[in-house]
């Protein structure tokens, strides 16, 4: 099985650059107009199903993408929980959690916020869902979801070590085959 997963588009959180987790808030205007320029680049490529992220901002994006497609929406592919640091700068939690960060300043995947997902929580349910996903009789999947759920999916699949979940983002918009880890070349935005 083919799994092609895509981060939600930009949202204004992204920009302020305030945890979000699993708070529901919605893509930028901006954001949706750069998802339906990629359904129009993806008109050539076919999925069996389409699975999202219930959370609004990857709905928008999955309908951008392909408006007519027909939405499995599953709560397992909603970003980790970061209980009481939704809603807070990064700069802020980062301030008063020392902790939790490595000296590089990447979210330590271990630590647990309060009141939030817990690491080993969070891998359960994404390997659930991808073992489900797998199990399924179709030929290719397209995922819209998080960029913490993608960068754990890709360390529970031995792409990237548990240190580097957090080193770095995954782009907005920018399909990527899950179980090779390539961007496809002639999509990038």
Known sequence: MSITVVRHAPTASNASKTYMGSTDVPA????????QELGLRLEG??????YSSPLARA????LAIRPQCEI???PRLMERSLGAWEGM???RVQEDFPQAFSPSGAFDPEFAPPGGETFEDFCTRISEFLSDVQRRPVKSA???THNGWIRTARYLLGQISKTDIFEEDEPHLQPMLLEEARRFGHLTV
């Open 45 to 50: 490529h076919v999925f069996d199903c389409a």
């Open 89 to 91: 700068s990064r700069a």
């Open 59 to 62: 709905q928008e994006t999955l």
């Open 72 to 74: 499995v929406l599953d």
């Open 28 to 35: 930028t205007a901006e954001g949706i107009h750069q998802a």
């Open 142 to 144: 397209l995922i819209v």
